[in-house]
């Protein structure tokens, strides 16, 4: 199975401020014959379910903030928010979709310093 | 809109059975994957379990293969997942979710139902 590792487990920003959060994967998510990195990222806030924000890695949902940002190829990818707001307190997960099972990194947790 | 509404979760003792329902409504559901995806109490998510728009296709995570089935009914809307054996370590909130692109088994989801807890003990 393909294992996502996230860094940091929790950070806190202050608003306004950058944040990112990485994300490494155990094996390349890169499919050569299409170029497209089988990675997504979702937002869960408390008490709701999973909110999709970028998909193969970089294209961002229809309706998502354009300050939320997805970088990165192969096994090294970032999440970026790039002034951050008081709405965006939440836990961040990615999530590989290049092989069943599918698997999500631990997630990070993301508050207001 | 996209409404995913899931059901049936409860207390269970351990070895038993139980199946899930998610009634699906606001798009046309025989045209895209869904997913089971879990959560254990203050944990991170766990996919659980995929199948194909047309029911053709059945992909299941390594803790829940061999005693779990996911099953649709597209006459009915609804999205079903039946577990056997069950254990401690089932007990999470299970939420049914829409797979993105039509007609597509890539295996991201852009819509996902509140969740149904389901609490595995004696």
């Known amino acids: 199975d393909i294992v996502m590792t996230q860094s940091p487990d929790s950070l806190a920003v202050s608003l306004g401020e950058r944040a990112t959060i990485n994300c490494k994967s155990s094996q390349s998510v890169l499919y050569n014959s299409n170029n497209k990195n089988y990675l997504a990222w979702y937002q869960q806030k408390p008490g709701q379910p999973p909110n999709l924000l970028i998909y193969?890695?970089?294209t961002r949902e229809s309706g998502v903030p354009d300050r939320f940002s997805g970088s990165g190829s192969g096994t090294d990818f970032t999440l970026t928010i790039s002034s951050l707001q008081a709405e965006d307190v939440a836990v961040y997960y990615c999530q590989q979709y290049y092989a069943t099972p599918y698997t999500f990194g631990q997630g990070t947790k993301l508050d207001i310093k | 809109q996209v409404q995913l509404v899931e059901s049936g979760g409860g207390v269970v003792q351990p070895g038993r059975s139980l199946r899930l329902s998610c009634a699906a409504s606001?798009?046309?559901?025989?045209?895209?994957?869904m997913h089971w995806v879990r959560q254990a109490p203050g944990k991170g998510l766990e996919w659980v379990a995929l199948i194909s728009y047309d029911g053709s296709n059945e992909y299941y995570g390594d803790s829940v293969k061999g005693r779990t089935t996911i099953s649709r009914d597209n006459s009915k809307n609804t999205l079903y997942l039946e577990m056997n054996s069950l254990r401690t370590e089932d007990t999470a909130v299970y939420y049914c979710?829409?797979?993105?692109?039509?007609?597509?088994?890539?295996?991201?989801?852009?819509?996902w139902g509140q969740g149904t807890l389901v609490t595995v003990s004696s």
């Open positions: 979710a829409k797979e993105r692109s039509y007609q597509a088994l890539w295996g991201y989801c852009d819509y």
């Open positions: 606001g798009f046309t559901f025989s045209s895209f994957a």
């Open positions: 193969w890695a970089s």
